[in-house]
């Protein structure tokens, strides 16, 4: 069983910054990778950012290059997601997923409204 808990959502003004953080517990896992997705009302569900626990490499939505970093804390089994200069169109229920040994897991998610 791994369950995710993520923090860090809230209300922000445009060009403000959040950071989000999603940690795994549980135990006899290893986490193959970690990323973050998004869904507005309205909207289908799409990738934001992932990471390799191995090699660390990242891949980003384009909407969110050059705003958005990942990182992730491989001891620890977090992932984080710092957004600089909002939008009102980064304005979501972000989701924390992981892909654990084979199968995905999903967090709750947490809301990120941005508005003045």
């Known amino acids: 069983q791994v369950q995710l808990v993520e923090s860090g959502g809230g209300l922000v003004q445009p060009g403000g910054s959040l950071r989000l953080s999603c940690a795994a517990s549980g135990s006899g896992f290893s986490i193959y990778a970690m990323g973050w997705y998004r869904q507005a009302p309205g909207k289908q569900r799409e990738l934001v950012a992932v990471v390799t626990t191995t090699g660390g490499s990242t891949n980003y939505a384009d909407s969110v290059k050059g705003r958005f970093t990942i990182s992730r804390d491989s001891a620890k089994n977090t992932v984080s997601l710092q957004m600089n200069s909002l939008k009102p169109e980064d304005t979501a229920v972000y989701f924390c997923?992981?892909?654990?040994?084979?199968?995905?897991?999903w967090g709750q998610g947490t809301q990120v409204t941005v508005s003045s």
């Open positions: 997923s992981v892909l654990v040994n084979g199968k995905g897991y």
